[in-house]
């Protein structure tokens, strides 16, 4: 028997992790809680020292890096390509997004961008599409549990389902595919993949109006979530709020609109924004709402993608996806800031090459997650604590990527 | 807008600034002085016609113990005029030390407290400089290149011997 690995000692926990706030510091009848890490309603490995005075939240300290799998320190020591699993790790809700960031930027930096084949770009739009509609699912499924609907919970997994099914098809893997390379794709998409997938848009369009009907317009539901959280514009954008959290805020800006990346300038597809339809503008509900408007959105993305797919760029045996891969990955010296839009907000990666390896000298990978959650503290003050695990809710965090 | 506009815009904001404009980066942008690091970000945000009112990420570097120095790479972001820059800063690697940038975007905060994490950088200024992501026991600041790992953490063996 190998011995157990671990000397116990009290002082650990406080050691390793510190609370800001000491029972001795509060005012009289205010308590200091500690929610999570293993807590349902913090969506992963979040801990939160909230101090509240009764049933109102006064403070809250987010503890982070109960997921920490050091990202950055071990693409310091592996080749570009063999860095995209862990790239799939980050934002495990949305892995084909965050490798389609990853890829577009390494292929940038050794700029052979404008030689991948547009099938391929097309490929990678739609699959990336189809997993922001599964990433936006989950957060609006699991944002109904934290509110105490259940059924909306399993409409979305049912048809995740179908769209893990499909991703699975093309990869092998369910969540965390590896199917964009650098360069090209790992296979070309199976046959039949674009039928199958045809069928699935029209299933899927009247199930949103379902879902819309009995979650996003239900009653209960608006009053738990409307002026709740709000979230000022400027307050978004000092922090770094992107994505839908800085959208629900009233402010027009997608990076596929503003960066025009891949093949997206080619598609027409709209950029919701919150309007305080149920109270103000950037609350919990504006965040949820502009979620639901962008799955409509990606399934428009993903029907102009099928079009062009069985149509301009259609099937054809002389294609090769792994022709434009590179052989050697080896960029020349520079820095290079590559970001693109993910389900969440923007994802960043800041790459530092020395031109003489195919192993990066830096690699940082901004999640959009973190800068989301860092709003936290400032939006949570004189809140009730149920309205606490609204807003939580409501950051679509996905502890992968905070803590990377 | 052009760099030059930008570095002329700056060099008229204030006077005795210093900034050389860097090759091979991607977004371009320039380098700084630590001293005046603060005055040139206030500079940026508060402009009128600028305005970088979004701070996307910092990124610390480290060049190595020969070449004796980190960097901090700040990527900013003007939403209305819709351009990037970059701004780089490089701190000594002995006694790393830097002025926080939190007066200006709050999203430098969490920024900041990763960059101490993972090198040990000290940001003067800043409210709550603790570790974030690592444990507050760990010893050693894990990205800087010489970096050793520990040998035990409470009792639990943190590196194998490859051969074992």
Not at chain 1, 277 to 290: E, P
Not at chain 2, 49 to 65: E, K, N, Q, T
Not at chain 2, 76 to 92: A, C, M, Q
Request: net charge negative.
């Amino acid at each position: 028997m190998p011995e157990i690995q671990y000397s116990y000692d009290p002082q650990h926990l406080t050691n390793s992790e510190p609370l800001v706030h000491q029972q001795g510091d509060l005012k009289e009848g205010e308590m200091l809680i500690n929610i999570g890490p293993q807590h349902p309603s913090t969506h992963g490995v979040l801990r939160l020292e909230v101090i509240t005075d009764g049933e109102v939240v006064t403070k809250v300290v987010p503890h982070l890096g109960y997921l920490h799998r050091c990202f950055e320190k071990h693409a310091e020591s592996m080749p570009f390509n063999q860095i995209i699993p862990f790239v799939d790790r980050m934002d495990y809700m949305a892995s084909m997004n965050s490798e389609h960031a990853y890829v577009m930027g390494v292929e940038k930096m050794l700029g052979i961008e404008k030689d991948i084949p547009r099938r391929v770009e097309y490929i990678r739009v739609l699959v990336a599409e189809l997993n922001r509609i599964a990433s936006h699912f989950v957060a609006i499924g699991t944002y109904g549990l934290d509110i105490g609907a259940f059924t909306p919970f399993l409409w979305v997994m049912r048809d995740r389902e179908h769209i893990l099914r499909l991703l699975e098809w093309t990869c092998g893997a369910r969540m965390l595919y590896n199917y964009l390379w650098i360069g090209g794709l790992f296979y070309d998409l199976p046959v039949g993949f674009e039928e199958r997938c045809t069928a699935f848009s029209k299933y899927l369009k009247p199930k949103l109006d379902d879902l819309e009907n009995l979650l996003i317009d239900n009653k209960i539901f608006v009053e738990r979530t409307a002026e709740v959280g709000v979230l000022p514009l400027d307050l978004a954008i000092n922090y770094g709020v992107t994505g839908p959290m800085l959208r629900g805020s009233g402010l027009r800006m997608d990076l596929r609109k503003v960066d025009e990346y891949s093949v997206y300038p080619e598609l027409d597809f709209d950029i919701p924004i919150g309007e305080g339809k149920m109270g103000k503008l950037g609350d919990c509900w504006d965040r949820t709402w502009v979620r639901m408007q962008e799955c409509r959105e990606s399934l428009k993305i993903i029907d102009q993608c099928l079009d062009r797919l069985t149509k301009d760029v259609k099937r054809d045996r002389s294609f090769d996806p792994r022709a434009a891969v590179p052989k050697k990955i080896r960029p020349k010296a520079q820095e290079f800031y590559a970001r693109a839009e993910n389900p969440k907000g923007e994802l960043g990666f800041y790459f530092k090459t020395d031109g003489r390896s195919d192993i990066p000298l830096r690699v940082k990978a901004r999640g959009p997650s973190f800068s989301n959650l860092s709003v936290l503290p400032a939006i949570s003050g004189g809140v009730l604590v149920s309205d606490l695990i609204a807003i939580i809710g409501s950051l679509d965090l996905v502890l992968g990527e905070v803590d990377r | 807008m052009h760099l030059e506009e930008i570095k002329a815009k700056l060099l008229r904001s204030k006077e005795g600034l210093q900034i050389e404009e860097l090759e091979d980066i991607q977004p371009r942008g320039f380098q700084v002085k630590p001293d005046q690091l603060l005055t040139i970000c206030r500079a940026l945000k508060e402009d009128d016609v600028l305005f970088f009112d979004m701070l996307s990420s910092i990124s610390a570097v480290d060049l190595g113990a020969d070449n004796g120095h980190m960097e901090l790479v700040y990527h900013l972001y003007s939403i209305t005029k819709e351009i990037s820059l970059t701004l780089k800063v490089t701190v000594n690697r002995e006694d790393p030390q830097i002025d926080s940038v939190c007066p200006i975007w709050k999203a430098a905060d969490w920024h900041e407290r990763e960059a101490y994490d993972f090198f040990g950088i000290k940001f003067n200024g800043h409210q709550d400089l603790r570790r974030i992501l690592l444990p507050n026991d760990w010893e050693g600041f894990p990205l800087r290149k010489d970096y050793i790992e520990q040998e035990k953490y409470h009792g639990i063996t943190v590196t194998y011997d490859r051969e074992d």
